[in-house]
């Protein structure tokens, strides 16, 4: 009879995260994976920054100039950032294991030896209720650059799991292609895209239109599936961050999402559901990916090492190196 291959449910979250208030956003986080077990998903995704809220949002949605006030916003993110492990990822890996189901879940990462260094972040939970493992996104964007620090090629992993090989990555980290090889090369099959929301007139069309276009590439480029997770903007979420009646009616509500299951010949299996809080989910197979692998498998037989190769610098970085005495 040859290989078997099952069949199972992949589950992507969009949901809006409370504002800068971690206790509040895990339970929701409780809530929304024991509801995606319950449909069945045995790897569930997250949007990008979820836990505590992205500040984004806080930036886009004023009319006056925020970066004075921005020290009081930088504060509270590092208060609600989360340490690895925590108590935070301590109630998190429980609720995997409960679920019986993978999780990545993308934070505010607070580095546990230097004080106010905050990563933007990526867990991976195993269905055992095991942190396996911390991807940080390699080169903050845009207003992400106001906040957090960069992380490096240590970070950058693909986890086995009893479905496939998994991996993951934040936003535009979509837009790169030679991180998209890197996780080819490492085997990835099954990937989690995080992003955060991108609600109607505080951003055109056209941002939500490349969320839609590079998760698709990425699928179909690499012959895998994509769990794509976008947050909302609910109204907590805008009243946080605005500071006139003004800048609150420029935004739609519970808009911005887009969160979708992409399958390997980059056509979408569900969604993308582009308003309001919800889950998104899909039965796949790895074998579907087989026919358009026969054709074009970049990284397998369809490829040309001798001529086109990548240096993968793997070194965790760290400002002290220890030499010989």
Same mark, same amino acid.
Request: glycine letters at 8%; proline letters at 6%; hydrophobic letters at 40%.
């Given at each position: 009879?040859?290989?078997?291959y099952?069949?199972?449910?992949?589950a $992507?979250v969009?949901?809006?995260?409370?504002m800068?208030d971690?206790?509040?956003? *895990?339970?929701?986080?409780?809530?929304?994976?024991?509801?995606?077990? @319950?449909?069945?998903? %045995?790897?569930i995704?997250? +949007?990008?920054l979820?836990?505590?809220?992205?500040?984004? /949002?806080?930036?886009?949605?004023?009319?006056?100039?925020?970066?004075?006030? &921005?020290?009081?916003l930088?504060?509270?993110? *590092?208060?609600?950032? %989360?340490? *690895?492990?925590?108590?935070a990822?301590?109630?998190? =890996?429980a609720?995997?294991?409960k679920?019986?189901?993978? !999780?990545?879940?993308? !934070?505010?990462e607070? @580095?546990?030896?230097? +004080?106010?260094?905050?990563?933007?972040? &990526? /867990?991976?939970?195993?269905?055992?209720?095991?942190?396996?493992g911390v #991807?940080?996104?390699? *080169?903050?964007?845009?207003?992400e650059?106001?906040?957090?620090?960069?992380?490096?090629?240590?970070?950058?992993?693909?986890?086995?799991?009893r479905?496939?090989? /998994?991996?993951?990555?934040?936003?535009?980290?979509?837009?790169?292609?030679?991180?998209k090889?890197?996780?080819?090369?490492?085997?990835?099959?099954?990937?989690? $895209?995080?992003?955060?929301?991108?609600?109607?007139?505080?951003h055109?069309?056209?941002?939500? @239109?490349?969320?839609?276009f590079?998760?698709?590439?990425?699928?179909?480029?690499?012959?895998i599936? %994509?769990?794509? =997770?976008?947050?909302?903007?609910?109204?907590?979420?805008?009243?946080?961050?605005?500071?006139t009646?003004?800048?609150k009616?420029?935004?739609v509500?519970?808009?911005?999402g887009?969160?979708?299951?992409v399958g390997?010949?980059? &056509?979408?299996?569900a969604g993308?559901?582009?308003?309001?809080?919800?889950?998104v989910? $899909?039965?796949? =197979?790895?074998?579907d990916?087989?026919?358009?692998? &026969?054709q074009?498998?970049?990284l397998?037989?369809?490829?040309?090492?001798? %001529?086109?190769?990548?240096?993968?610098?793997?070194?965790? /970085? $760290? +400002?002290?190196? #220890?030499?010989?005495?």
């Open positions: 009879m040859g290989d078997v099952p069949r199972f449910t992949v $992507a969009q949901a809006a995260p409370i800068l971690r206790e509040r956003t *895990v339970d929701k986080a409780l809530r929304l994976i024991e509801e995606a077990a @319950d449909r069945h998903a %045995v790897i995704g997250f +949007p990008e979820f836990i505590s809220g992205h500040p984004s /949002l806080w930036y886009y949605a004023q009319k006056t100039n925020p970066f004075s006030t &921005q020290g009081a930088f504060r509270q993110l *590092v208060k609600n950032a %989360v340490r *690895v492990p925590s108590a990822t301590d109630r998190l =890996c609720a995997a294991k679920a019986h189901a993978w !999780v990545v879940m993308s !934070v505010s607070l @580095d546990s030896l230097y +004080p106010g260094t905050v990563y933007l972040s &990526q /867990l991976f939970i195993s269905d055992a209720g095991e942190l396996m #991807h940080r996104k390699l *080169v903050p964007t845009a207003v650059k106001l906040v957090y620090s960069p992380g490096d090629g240590s970070y950058m992993n693909v986890y086995e799991t479905w496939g090989r /998994l991996s993951a990555m934040l936003c535009g980290e979509h837009a790169h292609s030679l991180y090889y890197a996780l080819l090369s490492m085997g990835t099959q099954i990937h989690v $895209a995080a992003w955060p929301a991108f609600p109607k007139h505080i055109g069309q056209d941002q939500r @239109d490349s969320v839609d590079r998760v698709r590439q990425f699928a179909h480029e690499g012959k599936f %994509v769990v794509s =997770c976008c947050s909302v903007a609910d109204q907590q979420n805008i009243d946080f961050a605005c500071g009646a003004e800048e009616s420029n935004i509500p519970n808009s911005g887009g969160s979708a299951i390997p010949n980059g &056509q979408y299996l993308p559901v582009w308003e309001g809080e919800t889950i989910t $899909a039965e796949i =197979c790895l074998e990916a087989l026919p358009g692998k &026969q074009h498998n970049v397998g037989h369809y490829t040309r090492w001798d %001529v086109f190769s990548l240096n993968f610098n793997r070194e965790r /970085l $760290a +400002p002290l190196k #220890h030499g010989a005495p």
